[in-house]
């Protein structure tokens, strides 16, 4: 496994210390590099906004290696359908993950959503938490 990409859900529990987070950070960083759309970021600093803060927010943004497609992700988007259905936003995270690595053979995908989650199985990701 070379990487990790990951979704918002995961990024927040670890910043806000939720149960099994330290675990999750553990298995994330043991995968090398992270990845993610720049849609985690406005969700992330919306998390933090909600919870007052802004304590580790860039130190967590500096980890991640940004996905920004140079073209629409229609067939990443008609893959994931054709499986199964999801939010949206989480259909684009997990469109943005294919775009990286079609076969999910190459990237782990790392997500506390359990619909998320099993569509990511569904078109080959492994998926963290374990």
Request: aromatic residues 6%.
């Amino acid at each position: 496994m070379k990487g990790a990409y990951v979704d918002t859900s995961c990024l927040a529990a670890i910043a806000f210390g939720e149960p099994g987070s330290a675990e999750l950070a553990s298995q994330i960083s043991d995968l090398g590099q992270r990845y993610s759309s720049n849609l985690l970021e406005a969700e992330l600093r919306a998390a933090f906004k909600r919870e007052e803060t802004s304590e580790g927010l860039e130190e967590l943004l500096d980890q991640i290696a940004w996905i920004l497609p140079d073209r629409p992700l229609a067939k990443e988007l008609r893959t994931l359908t054709d499986v199964g259905n999801s939010r949206g936003a989480d259909l684009w995270h997990l469109a943005c993950a294919l775009f990286l690595d079609p076969k999910g053979q190459n990237l782990a995908f790392a997500s506390l959503d359990q619909q998320q989650r099993s569509l990511a199985r569904r078109v080959g990701f492994e998926v963290l938490p374990a």
